[in-house]
């Protein structure tokens, strides 16, 4: 499959599983010294080649590229990961408003997402401040939070990147159901992943 093919596949699969709103979200890759991300105001559910343009590694804003340009070429040069995944999981914004971070209580979980670090700061859309924090949190799950606003996960490949995010979301989805049926159980299960 070729990257304009991964695109399109991965956009859609955001949409179709809730994690992006029609409008929102955000891909790229890095090859070389160019970027290739979706462009701002793209449907990740419907993209077409269109929708996916070049920019350079290291260069000024460009006005056909996502809002977010600045946080994935920070992203590209702090860390050696090849893609990045921008979503909105509403499961997980949620509880990144009331959370320092997001630890899976499930088993598959765990095993995908150690913990989520979250970055809290004032404004968060095409944000300096997140672009010059955010690369510091990535930890083994390769992804991180930006509280009220959404996730970036990393990754060789598109898929990978993706994989975090939808784990990511499959995690939150289950602490709100247990936090609501069972707060006790909540809390014992909290306590044995972080005694991991």
């Known amino acids: ?81 090849l893609a990045c995944v921008h979503a909105h999981p509403p499961y997980a914004i949620a509880l990144s408003l009331i959370e320092k971070e997001i630890i899976p209580i499930d088993e598959e979980g765990a095993f995908y997402l150690p913990k989520v670090p979250i970055l809290a700061v004032e404004n968060s859309i095409g944000s300096e401040v997140v672009a010059s924090q955010l690369a510091k949190l990535f930890n083994g799950s390769k992804i991180a939070m930006i509280k009220g606003h959404g996730s970036f996960a990393i990754g060789e490949t598109l898929e990978e990147a993706y994989l975090k995010t939808s784990s990511l979301e499959h995690s939150s989805m289950i602490i709100h159901l247990v936090k609501t049926l069972s707060p006790s159980l909540y809390h014992q299960r909290i306590l044995r992943m972080k005694n991991k």
């Open 1 to 81: 499959m070729g990257l304009e093919e991964d695109f399109i596949k991965f956009g859609r699969e955001l949409f179709i599983r809730g994690l992006i709103a029609s409008h929102s979200g955000n891909l790229s890759v890095k090859r070389g010294n160019e970027i290739l991300i979706t462009r701002r105001g793209s449907m990740l559910g419907n993209l077409t080649g269109e929708d996916i343009v070049s920019v350079p590694l290291i260069a000024d804003k460009v006005e056909a590229a996502s809002r977010e340009l600045v946080v994935h070429r920070a992203i590209y040069q702090a860390t050696s990961t």
